[in-house]
């Protein structure tokens, strides 16, 4: 959600990831929790920048004009929904096996209690490798990271705060 906008930092870059992730027959595993994330983030990034200016499936897509908060919500699961489809995906839903995975590896990691969702997941479903700009990840053993160092290129962009 991060590179959400076409003029953000990296947003070509990982465009073109996911693209390339498209055209390698990628699947996408993730929880049913990926929903409530989503939305979180994509209100952030609507509250600070706006709607986006295309759709995934429709690139000549553009947003209504003066949409309501409901009509934005709307716009960001279609979003996600058409984002999704372009993948061969597997929604794997939260149980109590899954949330004691996430509670250990929060002790043992110091993860936030998502990122531990999604570690646990990873580890339960075999599929260890993870695409995120969070850097929490990297402290993770027998996960592997796929953000081409974009976190580290990030920050060295950012003015530092004195």
Same mark, same amino acid.
């Given at each position: 959600?991060?590179?959400?906008?076409?003029?953000?930092?990296?947003?070509?870059?990982?465009?073109?990831?996911?693209?390339?992730?498209?055209?390698?027959? =990628?699947?996408?595993?993730?929880? &049913?929790?990926?929903?409530?994330?989503?939305?979180? @983030?994509?209100?952030?990034?609507?509250?600070?920048? $706006?709607?986006? #200016?295309? +759709?995934?499936?429709?690139?000549?897509?553009? /947003?209504?004009? +003066?949409? #309501?908060?409901?009509?934005?919500?709307?716009?960001?699961?279609?979003?996600?929904?058409?984002?999704?489809?372009?993948? &061969?995906?597997?929604?794997? =839903?939260?149980?109590?096996?899954?949330?004691?995975?996430?509670?250990?590896?929060? $002790?043992?990691? &110091?993860?936030?209690? %998502?990122?531990?969702?999604?570690? @646990?997941?990873?580890?339960? #479903? $075999?599929?260890?490798?993870?695409? =995120?700009?969070?850097?929490?990840?990297?402290?993770?053993?027998?996960?592997?990271?796929?953000?081409?160092?974009? /976190? $580290?290129?990030?920050?060295? %962009?950012? /003015? =530092?705060?004195?």
């Amino acid at each position: 959600m991060s590179v959400l906008h076409d003029d953000e930092d990296f947003h070509s870059e990982c465009l073109n990831f996911a693209r390339r992730l498209q055209s390698a027959g =990628s699947g996408l595993v993730y929880s &049913n929790l990926l929903r409530l994330e989503f939305w979180q @983030a994509w209100r952030r990034a609507t509250a600070r920048r $706006g709607l986006p #200016s295309y +759709s995934i499936s429709e690139p000549d897509w553009q /947003p209504p004009a +003066s949409p #309501s908060r409901t009509d934005v919500y709307q716009i960001g699961d279609r979003f996600l929904r058409d984002f999704l489809r372009n993948y &061969n995906v597997w929604e794997i =839903s939260i149980g109590s096996r899954l949330l004691d995975g996430a509670l250990q590896l929060m $002790g043992r990691y &110091n993860l936030k209690s %998502h990122d531990a969702c999604v570690a @646990a997941l990873a580890f339960q #479903s $075999g599929f260890t490798d993870i695409v =995120s700009l969070d850097r929490d990840f990297r402290r993770l053993d027998g996960v592997r990271l796929w953000n081409n160092g974009i /976190p $580290g290129r990030r920050a060295e %962009h950012r /003015p =530092s705060v004195r």
